[in-house]
């Protein structure tokens, strides 16, 4: 993959802007979401609902964006627009009436290597034999690597890096009917995703075989709505209707939808860390609405690891549910120990090593009037390499804390994702080759407790009678519900 | 000629944004910051520092950003470079690296006039008889349309509408020297303001005689920082000093600092608003931390107006502290019942009516999962015409609350603002003709309740033996510190 | 194809501008240049040379450019940027920087489909089985809609509208080796081209069997360039070697050059046109300079249609050479009766239809006081509608000639080309509908005439023994070099 | 303040691109215009207007345009747009459709200064007791700096560097009524230029003492038009009524235009070079085309000059047509010898020293096949420190050339201008310290010859009686219109 990382893509270039957006994470060594996508079907302005319903899910890719229309008024036709930036920024008036259509498929990503220059922007547009075809994912395909090599050996080119594009290969290659090619194609692949693929004339949404990535279905009126997030049916005035199930194919068209199946579910294993850390606190995933999910997780830490203080802090965003959980558990008082400035994003210019030797900081601040001489529980939502927990810790000494106790809502993340979550190889996470208690000192921290499994079990809840309530905890576990091997591909399909 | 040479021309003007973004809060009546300022003096990279400075208070104004330097270095030399956007948007490592100098002053504004296109960006620059001068100010000057158009009279033109001119006129006017001039200009003017003014030789630095614009002095090692808010400190790793004394007028040049007043304090007067909704959460104003203040009136209102719910939510951002505050105080839970999309911004599409009407949110949704079948405490700090609140209310009834009680974190605000605050006249100002019960009904609340004037001073709090404790609340109580009428310039002068 | 001329594209796109540019030229109906390609092989900072070179060649296409380079210092590596826009706009310090390597093809073009918004920008980049895939062309591939129907029916996608796209998938879907692959692959198609194809080893440079549109090849010290035009080799400092011959294949790696043919030369055909009015004057096709020929032309015009008239002038830019050779040739002054506004570009708002009618010109004026009350011969290259013509003889006599007699530096342009330039249909060319007598009255003339197929011929001179001395006619008289049929794909591969 | 709203702020700062720009002609050593001023009165759509007479005035400058409106039929608000670029890249149908109104002053410009960043774009718009007040201006005023030193120690500010707000303040100043005050300004001040004057109610247009400045009026049916140049006329379909006399001021308000004086006509004026040089060919200057005026030079040139050579070549854009007076007169064919680059524009990165010494040209190329083994003739208008016409004429001799002979169709250019031309100091004009013959040498050419100063003025023709038929010879000839000295301010106050 590396000879494509010089690879210079061209889609509308904000080009200072990108440059220095690289990196703008990179003193924080937080997991990065991996995409999220939207579709909609038989509602008029199509664009014009996703262009709403990207934007609520803005926080799962603030790389780039697109959609993708198919206008039935109009003889079925394909129209298009991407760009790097935000939805706000890649959209404006002019492009989304161009974007004329009762359907769409739309997609916000993160560069998953943020090293890498190139813009696989989706949804991927092609044509091939029987017309215009566009594909939107979330999720990774563990095995494209070998499915397009074999492609390209027997005469297929590609357009971009993005894995995604193997299965509009496998569906054009196919001398089947279109949506006995695409069930084909769909079998072919392993991982996990949330596939939403438009032709001229259907609307195709599918889920892997274990549900591992989130898809929601939602109603207005006669029409659908498909999101990532449920967050979004709330934005645009749409009503949750359900989850897309595991090795579920739905096939929509001018005959309206027929829900079948490409797979047996095996066993159900939604990623954990949507729970945790990447969905918004307003989704509901599995029926469960996140931010109270959050605050049970906090009330159960609470309970694992009681630890008298003056007050609870949460990191900002993702931890304050757990943090507010936390306290009125304990009753040590909730308090703003630790703000995060909005504003900054991905041109934001980063100070330079000297200004931030001398204090300059980027994003998140301490509040000293809250914090100096207290003692501090900070609720965070993971360690990952462990740099960031340690940046955070000592800004709160520095602002006067006179001790933090480090409370992490999830178990130890020790294993590599290999289902579209930009994680580390395994031997940089920091809880792979540490202690706790090594850890606790490496963090600066005066004590460090982590969510048990059972306990993070507990806390999302759910009905499901597996022993993990049909989620995947192979970061904490170690137990794939994919065959993988430490080779396999980690880079994000989308 | 060739001192002008590196003086930066505006503007960095991103034309389609700044139309599209009018009213881009359209629909939500709040009012809006008046401007925040950032003084940097005898520091390398004063450009630097006042990036990330500005970027600290940029909720105090997101239309436009301007820097100006001095550089002692190099034969005192102007720069400077001001534009349309954020802070983020106006200023890239090119622009910056041009604004050379160890001196600097600063500025984030609000078009007040939101349909105005007039881009008065701060800070303005001038050539006058002794060089170079640059005025930044944060407030408002009520007599500012009397001394234009006295000047105006005597020959003088302006180049912007904005009031601030008139201080920098004053000054080029005198035929006395330099301090004594800007002693007299400042005697001249009467309102609520904070203003740096700086030439090739000097920095000046001034609050009104009753400072009720906020304006804190830090330190870093031998260098002096000024700014509106003590959270851009934080930032950028500068030690809080002190907050600038009303009627103080302090002179930092080759010799130093040297702390002179221009007028003695009359009764001081800090805008209760800051302390209420305009501040930071993690700034400090008169040594009291906004987030704690605002958990005590949360805490304050619990007391004074007590309702059984299910839980309690704030409008975000302004309203969540005060909102765990009353949770703590109440024990019903805190619950995030509202959520605002972060990304919404300056460039954002609004919907169309149609959509709107369909039920697509803009930037605030309710989250049915936690509100649904609930009774819901709504934590909010002001009302202003009321219509956002009734906007709310539905939202959360429209996801199923089964009531929802209104406690507002201030009292009824009945006056314009005359000192910075852009405020619509006294007539549309619900609280000025209703009644609490009429305004209940008109927001569609089960009950509502405003914070008692006695009880938000006292949630304040501040060792200032006043009744009021040192705080303007004409906006509360019509008793202006400053001579006003009915027909004054309210419009801001920044 | 119309089903694809509603897909947006997103390169780089400049959104109003893009806009605003269609039609720019479409009060005036002139033929448009198709393409413009440069190669490097072999010369450090070839990205540099690239920008220069297809600089030079911008006239050949105004709409996008781009550049693809290979590094062979650094692994043989891709780099690629495209853009909508003027070389000058696409490229920048920042870009061609990353862009580093010592091979490099790059493309300007025009999209020859006015109405189309679809954004072909070349090189395009293709990845396949044995590495990177780059392909720039000029010219249009008569029979590229069968192949790329059968390379559809076997399971190819496409990722553009281009016809250039085929030839990438026939070398992809070729069991034989690179060079042998595209060998046969050329040998499939049928058309005018001139092809540059970049692999991260390999060069390839092909033209056309019968050397339709033409390509130069030069030298600086070791390494090679090559170009549309010579006029691109003055610009970079290199010297003229010879042009690239009919069916003629170069490989180029790092054994050096490689002069191989993959076709036999069936009868030389060079687009007449190119001498007429594509090429820029200081360029040599075949060794023939373009300035000269054009002066010939007029000359040879003046012999075979002298008018007795006060004074002669062409149609900017042209035209000149051709109006100077009249002048020279009759002894009638040349003046400028006609001058272009040079600042004229993609972004200029035409004037609306009102001020249009009020006089306001956009591009061309007539000099009032060189043509008032004078008899005006007007020198043009090819009437193609007719409506430009018309538009132009009305100006000069609006400015006051009395006389307007038009002189057409070639024969009657009334068969539509297949081989790369934009031409209307059949039933639209004006020539072939209309007498010449016909045509006069309709241009409001006081005397047409075109030069003669012969003169035409004699003009361009050359030695080569055919009747056509080597050049392409079919657009005069009907004699197309290769199959071709009124159902022909006409719009450009390019 | 409502009067202001409307008033547009500066604007589409094309920052990268200034920088760029900088020095884009650094290798030639050229003149370079001061400015271009466009009015228009009692004309419906007049920015649209501004906007095609100021394009058409574009090669007057490059660097900055801005348009100023007064709408009559709604309070006569003004409303104004300046910014960075070309006419084109300034103004879109937005911000010409938000300056409304049917009278307006607009402007394009030169920084003179080209290592200055200042963006000094005009008109200028002031506030003053009266309103609103704009001003345009093309020229310089002498005493400028005096003025402006006084009015500064009397209390005035300035917003800019540029001398041109002198005029401004000495209105506002004065405590006359506004048009004695404007009178009494303009009998103040010293040098050549032509101002245009809007306030809410006025038009006024006035030209220097000694019409050093090239300005006219046309008419659209009741409406006016004023122009640096009658080039403009033509394109907005006016008709060419007179030129603006020297010393006349004229007042257009509600009740119409009114011719009157502020000086009497000492020694009329009219600036040589924009003959020679800086006016666009199709534009008459007192009733003399430009472009006839050149083909008299060039045939005075042979007359007095004549060589034997085997081709004329001129030098693009300005010499083209002395080249063909000179090849008319003497018989020797004009060719295409020397090709400028159209594209080439602000934005062109130059090449780098080390290409540039490998022979790649940024604008200008010889011609080879044309010049190839020919005694060329090459026409050029003035020379003016002599390493342009170096290495033009090293151009042709690497092209082939065997001689080069070089003829100027000005005589030496020895001394600077003070009257808006941007000029080097009198040392490093090469005519003011070197004979013909050093210059011959050092330029490189077989033999130069300059046109007689007497055969200047006998070919620019026109009535008036004096020995230089009234214009301004100052540059060959040392005799000033005006008094100045060695330190008088040569930068163009524009």
Known sequence: MSDEQIRQEPLLWTGDHYNEGIGRDDIFDKLREECGVFGVFNLP?????????????????????GICTVDTKNGNKFAYHRGMGLVKEVFNKDNLDILAGDRSIGHVRYSTAGESKLANAQPLIFRYRDGDLAVATNGNIVNAPEIRKELEMSGSIFQTSSDTEVIAHLIARSSKDFETAAKEALQRIVGGFAF???????????????????????????????????????????????????????????DGMRETRYAEVERRATCAMEYIYFARPDSDINGINIHMARKRMGRQLASESFVDADIVTGVPDSSISAAIGYAEQTGIPYELGLIKNKY????????????????????LSAVRKVVEGK???????????????????????????????????SPPFKNPCYYGIDTPDRKELIASYRTVEEIRKQINADSLSFLSDQGFVDSVGGN???????????????????????ESDKSCSC
Chains 1, 2, 3, 4 share one sequence.
């Open 344 to 363: 900054t994003g991905r041109t934001f210019i980063q100070p330079s090593q000297e200004l931030r030797e001398k204090g300059v900081k980027m994003k």
């Open 196 to 254: 939403l693929i438009m032709t001229n004339d259907k609307l195709l949404v599918a889920s892997d075989p274990h549900g591992l990535r989130p898809l929601v279905m939602g109603r207005i009126g006669d029409g659908y709505v498909f999101s990532s997030e449920s967050c979004a049916f709330e934005t645009i005035g749409a009503v949750y209707e359900r989850d897309v199930q595991p090795g579920e194919l739905l096939i929509l068209d001018a």
């Open 45 to 65: 302005e199509a664009s014009n609902l996703s262009y709403y319903g990207l934007h609520a899910l803005q926080h799962r890719g603030e790389e780039s964006a």
């Open 464 to 486: 499901d009678g597996a022993y993990n309530r049909g989620m995947c905890l192979a970061c904490f576990d170690n137990d794939y519900p994919t065959p993988v091997n430490e």
């Open 375 to 409: 003692r501090v529980v900070m609720i965070d939502d993971s360690i990952v390499r462990g740099t960031t927990s340690l940046r955070i810790v000592n800004l709160l000494r520095e602002a006067g804390a006179t001790e933090v106790h480090v409370r992490i809502t």
